[in-house]
């Protein structure tokens, strides 16, 4: 009878640590979350940029073409047409969405051409082909052109089937969150 109890105390005692070992290895992980989440880090997991850990860094002065950025895109009817066909994942930008990961190709008082692919300034943009339609064969309707407002900039990325500003345009610099930079990515 003694045996038995003793067993049976030592099952609890090892439970007990298992379960604790496992409620601290949780509570380690949600505390690295927070803190990398309050320190910037972000998690890309669109072919568009690298896969992997991101950090927001603040803006030290104006924006330039070859400076890529964090952005949040200004809600309208076209982000939302981009959440619904999921080109977009959810995050807490407005609208819902997360921030998306582009290079800046042109700011305010530069001229965007737009005919199979992007010129800025009469010279094209390398990796700039303009699709008609996507992954699944759904009408993409493009950017027109034009000068790039004061105060706004004019995104891409590399990957073909990105989505950015060949389909929605220029966007406001007030939603640009700060550079991007890599902590920990991989580009398959």
């Known amino acids: 009878m003694t045996i038995r109890r003793t067993h049976k105390g030592a099952r609890r005692r090892q439970l007990y640590g298992a379960c604790g070992l496992i409620i601290t290895g949780l509570a380690f992980a949600v505390g690295l ?36 950025v964090f952005v949040c895109l200004p809600p309208n009817a076209l982000l939302e047409e981009a959440r619904e066909r999921g080109y977009l994942r959810s995050g807490l930008c407005p609208g819902g969405v997360g921030p998306l990961i582009k290079s800046v190709v042109a700011v305010g008082g530069q001229e965007i051409k737009v005919t199979d692919r992007l010129f800025i300034d009469g010279i ?18 493009h950017d027109r052109g034009g000068i790039v407002p004061a105060g706004a900039v004019y995104l891409h990325s590399a990957f073909q089937a990105s989505w950015d500003s060949r389909y929605f345009g220029a966007v406001p610099q007030s939603g640009v969150l700060g550079l991007a930079r890599k902590v920990l990515t991989y580009a398959p």
């Open 33 to 68: 979350a927070i803190t990398g989440f309050a320190a910037g880090i972000r998690i890309n997991t669109t072919p568009s940029e690298a896969i992997g850990l991101w950090q927001i860094v603040p803006l030290a002065s104006a924006l330039r073409p070859g400076q890529r």
């Open 124 to 141: 094209p943009l390398p990796h700039s082909k303009i699709l008609t339609t996507d992954g699944k064969g759904r009408l993409l309707q």
